[in-house]
């Protein structure tokens, strides 16, 4: 069955550098949570998207910002980046009402 | 949000049961006690929920207290894979689409 597919699957960026990480969720998943984890934390909740609306957001810095588009996939943009930043970024979709389903989680290293 | 308490860790004996627990004494009427756990290195993943009635699959138990205010993840025999933190969340079914708050869980590791 298919899963959430996220890419990068490693990123290594410089300070003040953006990147951009991609999530596609699985097929007919009407929502997308996005978590941010750092070492040895839980996973954060930064922000959802229902129905390509975004739908909830939580402690997601200002530098950052993400959006779902039509065919459903949804995008994280980080700039100005701070060695911070470094952590494992988990995206999930879920069906409505439905469990939360991760995929395997995008590393980001801030040097 | 309604809260939940668990305890920071547990442990277990290889293939033995395993009861987890969470308090969440201000559960509402609307609100689903889901439990996901995360394998080191992994993302979250699904375990179980449940509203009221105990729940069944094949991964685990989910005992409710008949008052609601707590609930019980069961492994009924535990393998080394199990070995991860286990959360215990609230989700209100009006509003299943806004954010899944996780921790903190209960890291339960398992010895052989």
């Known amino acids: 069955a298919a899963g959430v597919i996220q890419s990068p699957r490693h990123l290594i960026k410089e300070k003040r550098e953006t990147a951009t990480l991609k999530c596609y969720p699985i097929p007919r998943h009407d929502t997308v949570y996005w978590y941010q984890q750092g070492p040895g934390q839980d996973p954060q909740f930064l922000i959802s998207f229902y129905e390509k609306m975004q739908s909830d957001k939580g402690s997601i810095p200002d530098r950052f910002s993400a959006q779902q588009f039509s065919d459903y996939h949804s995008e994280l943009n980080m700039s100005s980046l701070e060695l911070g930043d470094s952590a494992l970024y988990f995206c999930?979709?879920?069906?409505?009402?439905?469990?939360?389903?991760f995929g395997e989680g995008s590393r980001l290293t801030v040097l | 949000d309604a809260k939940t308490t668990q305890p920071n860790s547990m442990e277990s004996n290889e293939e033995e049961p395993v009861h987890l627990p969470c308090n969440h004494s201000?559960?509402?009427?609307?609100?689903?006690i889901h439990w996901y756990r995360q394998l080191p290195s992994q993302g979250p993943e699904y375990v179980i929920h449940?509203?009221?009635s105990n729940v069944n699959n094949r991964m685990a138990s989910l005992a409710i207290a008949e008052d609601r205010k707590s609930s019980t993840l069961i492994l009924h025999r535990a393998t080394l894979r199990d070995a991860a933190v286990y959360y215990c969340i609230l989700r209100d079914v009006r509003t299943s689409y806004d954010k899944v708050i996780f921790g903190p869980g209960t890291s339960l590791s398992v010895i052989p």
């Open positions: 999930a979709s879920s069906p409505m009402a439905g469990e939360l389903f």
């Open positions: 201000t559960i509402s009427g609307t609100d689903y």
């Open positions: 449940g509203l009221t």
